[in-house]
Every structure is written in structure tokens, then in C-alpha cells.
């Protein structure tokens, strides 16, 4: 099989890159902007009829939740054109597609836990980007979309690395109480997107780490386990914004997804967040040392 990578310099990208090589597949071409920029349609088309490949695994975004409200055409230009220009080329070469969405195309409102069919209602400018572009890939019937959250990897920045980096200067930190969710690890997240790719079990899908947390409670987690000593007050969101004096995107604060779907589908459901989390940690210790070296 032949596989080609967009966003390959992003967390998920990367580690899905490294999952293929671990499996022993070889045929892969990895780009960002500066390989093929996705919102050009000539060097979309180009790239991809070029090559041909038999899975795209769509990872390119706009994922600035915050300045996509400032800056909504831009992102627009990304996440639904861009988009919109991977599907064509997709179709046309035969290609499956594999598309990462996110948890904010819902409004976070929901009592209950969130499945594939609850309705959609993004309250940002980011969500709605990523619907539209969950709209285009459904024109491709060989497509998968998988609705992540809370993503962190070795290859970027994220909650985790925040936290860790601020308790170094701080040892008291004001983290949400009021957002619940599931920190996804891009590792494990990778394995699962290419045991899709190996099959034509189609549609949509929500996939994260299993069980749910607040940034709050994730925060004390991450402390613990890299044995820091910070103290973490829970606070609701509008208190953070009002303490900090920022202005935000809006923010599902239930984002509590069902991964039902992916085991009725024969897909394995990822380890928990806590088990991710402590793996994780290994993995960036293990980069310190070879920094060290």
C-alpha cells in the first residue's frame, strides 16, 4: 500500500509516520506546507495524481482555536478548501481518505455522553471549519472521520508540556474545572487510524483515549506522575478568563465522546488517559536525555 501524509510536521503526523515504518510499510510520502500547501489545487492535484497513493491520511489544519475567531477566512482557506482540494484528489486517484476532526464540532451542551449520530452544532469558528470539512470528505465514499480531542505527542506542544515547563516557575497553577474531556496520546491514536486504513470500515468515528477528565484534574495527573510539586485550584472557565483578562474561542465544556462504534467495528478501544499519560511522560524524559547528551 502506498500512503501519503499531510501535516506530517504536527504531533499526530508524525506518530502516524512512525506507526506505518513500524509495521514495515515503505511506501509513504510525508508533506507540509512547504512539500504541497493543501489550499493550492494545482499542487494538490500534482502531488497527489503524481504518486497515486492508496490512503491520505488528511492530518493538515488550521488548529489555532482562538485566532481562527480573528482570522475566520484564513482558516476557512485551510480546513474546508484545503480540504475540499485533498477530497477531489482523492477521488480521483482512488485513494481512501482518513480525516481528524474534533470534539468541537458539538456544542458541549449535552448531559449524556456524545455519539457519531447526536447532533452537530459547532459554536466557534474552528468547529464549523472542521464540520465543513467532515462535509467535503464525505463526498469520498472510501473515507473515515475521527473526531479527537485533547491531543498531545512527542513532536509539538501541548497541555502536558505546558504544564510541565510552567512548573518549573510556578507552584501554584488556575487550571478549568468546568471542561471535561478525553486527552488523546498521538500514538496510540496512530495505531488506531492505520488499522482503519487497513480495512473499509467506513464512516465516522470518535476516537480518544478512554475515560474522561477536567483540565484540572488532567493538570494534578501530569504533576503527580512527573513527581512535581504544584498546587492546582479548580476554577470555572469564566473565572480563568476574567483572572487572566482573555478573550476565547468558545470551548464545549462536555466533551465526553462514546467510543462504542469503534468496538462494534472490531477496532480496539485506546488505553486509558492515565495509562497515555504516564507513557508519555517516559517518552519526553527519554528525549531530555538524548538533549542531554
Given amino acids: 500500500m502506498k500512503f501519503l501524509?499531510?501535516?506530517?510536521?504536527g504531533q499526530l503526523g508524525y506518530d502516524i509516520n512512525r506507526e506505518l515504518l513500524k509495521r514495515g510499510y515503505e511506501d509513504i510520502i510525508t508533506v507540509d506546507r512547504e512539500e504541497m500547501d493543501i489550499t493550492n489545487k494545482e499542487e494538490v492535484d500534482r502531488v497527489i495524481k503524481k504518486y497515486k497513493p492508496d490512503v491520505i491520511f488528511h492530518c493538515a489544519a488550521w488548529t489555532a482555536v482562538d485566532k481562527a475567531e480573528e482570522m475566520a477566512d484564513a482558516c476557512r482557506l485551510v480546513n474546508v478548501l484545503g480540504t475540499k482540494n485533498i477530497v477531489d484528489a482523492s477521488i480521483e486517484v482512488g485513494a481512501k481518505i482518513i480525516y481528524m476532526s474534533t470534539d468541537y464540532v458539538f456544542d458541549g451542551t449535552k448531559d449524556g455522553i456524545y455519539t457519531e449520530e447526536d447532533q452537530v452544532n459547532p459554536k466557534s469558528v474552528y468547529g464549523q471549519t472542521k464540520y465543513d470539512g467532515e462535509v467535503e470528505v464525505r463526498r469520498n465514499p472510501n473515507h473515515f472521520i475521527t473526531r479527537i480531542s485533547w491531543v498531545f505527542g512527542i513532536n509539538g506542544s501541548n497541555f502536558i508540556r505546558t504544564m510541565l515547563k510552567l512548573s518549573d516557575s510556578h507552584d501554584t497553577l488556575s487550571v478549568?474545572?468546568?471542561?471535561?474531556?478525553?486527552?488523546t496520546y498521538t500514538v496510540d491514536l496512530a495505531r488506531l487510524l492505520v488499522d482503519m486504513s487497513e480495512t473499509e470500515k467506513y464512516g465516522t468515528y470518535n476516537a480518544t483515549n478512554e475515560g474522561y477528565v477536567s483540565w484540572a484534574d488532567f493538570?494534578?495527573?501530569?504533576?503527580?506522575?512527573?513527581?512535581?510539586?504544584?498546587?492546582?485550584?479548580?476554577?470555572?472557565t469564566e473565572e480563568y478568563l476574567e483572572m487572566t483578562g482573555t478573550v476565547q474561542a468558545y470551548r464545549p465544556r462536555n466533551s465526553r465522546l462514546?467510543?462504542?462504534?469503534?468496538?462494534?467495528?472490531?477496532?480496539n478501544r485506546l488505553p486509558s488517559w492515565e495509562d497515555a499519560t504516564r507513557r508519555y511522560s517516559e517518552e519526553l524524559k527519554g528525549?531530555?536525555?538524548?538533549l542531554r547528551r
Fill in 219 to 236: 493538570a494534578e495527573y501530569i504533576f503527580k506522575v512527573n513527581n512535581k510539586s504544584v498546587k492546582v485550584n479548580h476554577v470555572s
Fill in 5 to 9: 501524509i499531510t501535516g506530517f510536521k
Fill in 176 to 183: 478549568v474545572d468546568d471542561q471535561i474531556g478525553s486527552p
Fill in 287 to 290: 528525549e531530555e536525555k538524548i
Fill in 258 to 267: 462514546s467510543k462504542d462504534r469503534l468496538e462494534e467495528n472490531g477496532f
